[in-house]
């Protein structure tokens, strides 16, 4: 063998040095001898490098906030909630009188209702008092029987109570209920796949349980109105929609409007296709029907609900907006990140994902713009996965992170107000499941209503941008949102800020709050999956502690970590956290 030595430039002259090349034998044996002499130094550490005087260490980011104008101001009710018409069919409309569903939609309040859904052009409203009679469920059997019996027993209890009215459902009740809804679960993901849907009865009765469900939990209900029900001229039959104002109307119920859900779609669903120009026309009818009605004549309206803005959504909304753009409150369209064929945790790490929904708003806002400018617009039931979501995915800590920067972004673009698809229902897109435990995206939610108000601050970032490679895009793992923190939260005197760090990076990143946020106290809110499940796990943990909710069925407190003053934030990896900022004294969050 062949050995091939580098020889030194200068070397002494004498023929006593050391060979200038060693065998691979010999170095074999020097590399031996220098690990016994390093485990022989015991504990003995090297030397510290001696820094240069005066030069700092260097922080990865440094981040500022302008504090004299908000960038934006988002409606109070920015984060709601929507509820769809399969919990109906599926059984769950009787116990949304819980006191623990309650307890847990309270905590999201203030916020709107929606109570619409892939079912609302599905929806019939018939004014009958005995709910039993036009229940569907699985059959006629002895448990069924006594569940009927059950439900009609806490009717009548309901009745008896003055105000808002809640039920304490025994267990064995839920028990069975559960088993009814699991067996319907499996009945309306075949119809969502088949695109064949069976018509829904809503009761009188069954508004009323909705309608305490909104008021008790201080939220305001915005109610879809079925639009598929049509004349031979394609316009649209309100005969079934004016019995329900009348009824609501009768009850003083506080209640707004919408027509339809996701027109776009309706020859795939009903074999009969709505033009733009059409639902127009329909909205239009819808108005003239409120006026008339005193507790509704000025009743807000929103529409048209429709689905991704692809190129035939588009021209739908483009025909609806030139008839009735002056008619609605509000513009409306609906998102839905990934199909039902999620099968990874990573998918929803994606920043490519996460980046798709800008696109969708500015082609929205494009056309809003063209006919109604300044108008406002709302997104109505985003949610992660379409089908009804992804077991142990979308109801899991990883969705969270779509979640949160779903909010970051629309406020940032101006949407006025976004609607989560859904507060409780079959599926697992929900924030709450079916034995009424809160799940990460319902922490997440909460820990958003409580330190983030309206007004949106421009943030300031050195140090994050990298430079691009040739061929490659440089994507944000790093997301920072500032806002005002709620004025509403006394922990906090106006003029706090409150930062919401998104880290999708797989190492801790340093933040160094810099100008106006230097050397402030910070309250830290850093959440994190609890348990072995890691990113896929349905519990969380808050600066440490699980959150869970109190035996008595109440909302824990939100304990934060309070950092020191002038302190670098610590980013854990693949984390998302809240960061109030107290007494900046910011000009834009002393005043409402």
Same mark, same amino acid.
């Given at each position: 063998?062949?050995?091939?030595?580098?020889?030194?430039?200068?070397?002494?002259?004498?023929?006593?040095?050391?060979?200038?090349?060693?065998?691979?034998?010999?170095?074999?044996?020097?590399?031996?001898?220098?690990?016994?002499?390093?485990?022989?130094?015991?504990?003995?550490?090297?030397?510290?490098?001696?820094?240069?005087?005066?030069?700092?260490? /260097?922080?990865?980011?440094?981040?500022?906030? #302008?504090?004299?104008?908000?960038?934006?101001?988002?409606?109070?009710?920015?984060?709601?909630?929507?509820?769809?018409?399969?919990?109906?069919?599926?059984?769950?409309? +009787?116990?949304?009188?819980?006191?623990?569903?309650?307890?847990?939609?309270?905590?999201?309040?203030?916020?709107?209702?929606?109570?619409?859904?892939?079912?609302?052009?599905?929806?019939?409203?018939?004014?009958?008092?005995?709910?039993? /009679?036009?229940?569907?469920?699985?059959?006629?059997?002895?448990?069924?029987?006594?569940? *009927?019996?059950?439900?009609?027993?806490?009717?009548?209890?309901?009745?008896?109570?003055?105000?808002?009215?809640?039920?304490?459902?025994?267990?064995?009740?839920?028990?069975?209920?559960? *088993?009814?809804?699991?067996?319907?679960?499996?009945?309306?993901?075949?119809?969502?796949?088949?695109?064949?849907?069976?018509?829904?009865?809503?009761?009188?009765?069954?508004?009323?349980?909705?309608?305490?469900?909104?008021?008790?939990?201080?939220?305001?209900?915005?109610?879809?109105?079925?639009?598929?029900?049509?004349?031979?001229?394609?316009?649209?039959?309100? #005969?079934?929609?004016?019995?329900?104002?009348?009824?609501?109307?009768?009850?003083?119920?506080?209640?707004?409007? *919408?027509?339809?859900? *996701?027109?776009?779609?309706?020859?795939?669903?009903?074999?009969?296709?709505?033009?733009?120009?059409?639902?127009?026309?329909?909205?239009?009818?819808?108005?003239?029907?409120?006026?008339?009605?005193?507790?509704?004549?000025?009743?807000?309206?929103?529409?048209?609900?429709?689905?991704?803005?692809?190129?035939?959504?588009?021209?739908?909304?483009?025909?609806?907006? /030139?008839?009735?753009?002056?008619?609605?409150?509000?513009?409306?369209?609906?998102?839905?990140?990934?199909?039902?064929?999620?099968?990874?945790?990573?998918?929803?790490? /994606?920043?490519?994902?996460?980046?798709?929904?800008?696109?969708?708003?500015?082609?929205?806002?494009?056309?809003?713009?063209?006919?109604?400018?300044?108008?406002?617009?709302?997104?109505?039931?985003? %949610?992660?996965?379409?089908?009804?979501?992804?077991?142990?995915?979308?109801?899991?800590?990883?969705?969270?992170?779509?979640?949160?920067?779903?909010?970051?972004?629309?406020?940032?673009?101006?949407?006025?107000?976004?609607?989560?698809?859904?507060?409780?229902?079959?599926?697992?897109?929900?924030?709450?499941?079916?034995?009424?435990?809160?799940?990460? +995206?319902?922490?997440?939610?909460?820990?958003?209503?409580?330190?983030?108000?309206?007004? %949106?601050?421009?943030?300031?970032?050195?140090?994050?941008?990298?430079?691009?490679?040739?061929?490659?895009?440089?994507?944000?793992?790093?997301?920072?949102?500032?806002?005002?923190?709620?004025?509403?939260?006394?922990?906090?005197?106006?003029?706090?800020?409150?930062?919401?760090?998104?880290?999708?990076?797989? #190492?801790?990143?340093?933040?160094?709050?810099?100008?106006?946020?230097? +050397?402030?106290?910070?309250?830290?809110?850093?959440?994190?999956?609890?348990?072995?499940?890691?990113?896929?796990?349905?519990?969380?943990?808050?600066?440490?502690?699980?959150?869970?909710?109190?035996?008595?069925?109440?909302?824990?407190?939100?304990?934060?970590?309070?950092?020191?003053?002038?302190?670098?934030?610590?980013?854990?990896?693949?984390?998302?956290?809240?960061?109030?900022?107290?007494?900046?004294?910011?000009?834009?969050?002393?005043?409402?």
């Amino acid at each position: 063998m062949r050995v091939l030595c580098a020889f030194p430039e200068a070397m002494p002259s004498s023929n006593s040095r050391p060979p200038a090349c060693l065998t691979p034998v010999a170095l074999f044996l020097a590399l031996l001898l220098h690990l016994s002499l390093s485990s022989q130094a015991g504990d003995r550490r090297p030397l510290p490098v001696d820094r240069v005087p005066g030069l700092k260490e /260097k922080t990865l980011i440094l981040l500022d906030v #302008s504090t004299k104008n908000p960038v934006r101001t988002v409606n109070e009710n920015f984060l709601s909630l929507q509820l769809d018409p399969s919990i109906i069919h599926d059984g769950w409309l +009787d116990f949304l009188s819980s006191k623990r569903l309650v307890t847990l939609a309270r905590g999201l309040s203030p916020a709107f209702l929606r109570f619409g859904g892939k079912r609302t052009d599905f929806l019939q409203f018939q004014n009958l008092r005995n709910p039993a /009679k036009s229940r569907g469920g699985p059959g006629p059997d002895y448990y069924l029987k006594n569940y *009927e019996d059950d439900i009609v027993r806490s009717d009548v209890a309901l009745d008896k109570q003055k105000g808002c009215k809640i039920a304490q459902h025994p267990d064995v009740m839920l028990e069975l209920q559960r *088993e009814k809804a699991a067996q319907m679960h499996l009945v309306l993901l075949k119809e969502q796949f088949s695109n064949t849907y069976s018509n829904l009865i809503l009761t009188a009765r069954s508004l009323d349980k909705l309608y305490n469900f909104a008021d008790c939990s201080g939220l305001h209900l915005i109610f879809a109105l079925n639009a598929l029900c049509r004349n031979p001229n394609n316009s649209w039959n309100s #005969s079934s929609a004016l019995s329900l104002l009348k009824y609501s109307a009768s009850k003083k119920y506080n209640i707004s409007w *919408e027509l339809g859900n *996701e027109p776009n779609n309706y020859r795939t669903m009903h074999g009969r296709a709505v033009n733009g120009s059409q639902l127009g026309k329909d909205y239009i009818q819808l108005k003239s029907l409120l006026q008339p009605i005193r507790i509704y004549s000025r009743a807000s309206l929103y529409g048209p609900n429709i689905g991704r803005p692809r190129k035939n959504v588009i021209a739908l909304l483009d025909g609806f907006m /030139k008839v009735a753009g002056s008619t609605v409150d509000a513009v409306t369209w609906q998102h839905c990140y990934i199909d039902g064929r999620v099968v990874k945790v990573m998918d929803f790490l /994606k920043t490519r994902l996460l980046d798709t929904l800008s696109d969708q708003i500015r082609k929205i806002q494009k056309v809003v713009n063209t006919y109604t400018p300044g108008k406002k617009i709302w997104l109505e039931g985003v %949610v992660t996965t379409s089908a009804g979501g992804t077991n142990n995915l979308s109801d899991s800590y990883a969705a969270g992170f779509l979640w949160l920067n779903t909010l970051g972004m629309l406020a940032n673009q101006g949407i006025d107000v976004v609607i989560r698809h859904s507060f409780f229902d079959h599926g697992y897109n929900h924030l709450v499941d079916q034995n009424f435990n809160p799940l990460p +995206d319902y922490w997440l939610s909460l820990l958003y209503k409580r330190l983030i108000g309206p007004k %949106v601050l421009a943030v300031h970032v050195a140090g994050l941008q990298r430079k691009p490679r040739p061929g490659r895009v440089i994507r944000d793992k790093l997301r920072i949102y500032a806002h005002c923190t709620n004025h509403h939260n006394h922990n906090y005197v106006r003029g706090s800020i409150t930062l919401f760090i998104i880290n999708l990076h797989r #190492s801790r990143k340093k933040i160094k709050l810099a100008g106006t946020l230097r +050397d402030k106290l910070v309250h830290q809110y850093l959440l994190q999956p609890y348990g072995q499940e890691g990113l896929k796990s349905k519990s969380v943990q808050l600066n440490g502690q699980p959150l869970v909710m109190v035996d008595d069925g109440t909302l824990p407190e939100l304990k934060p970590r309070p950092l020191r003053a002038g302190r670098t934030l610590v980013i854990p990896p693949v984390t998302m956290g809240f960061y109030v900022v107290k007494n900046v004294n910011a000009l834009a969050c002393r005043y409402r």
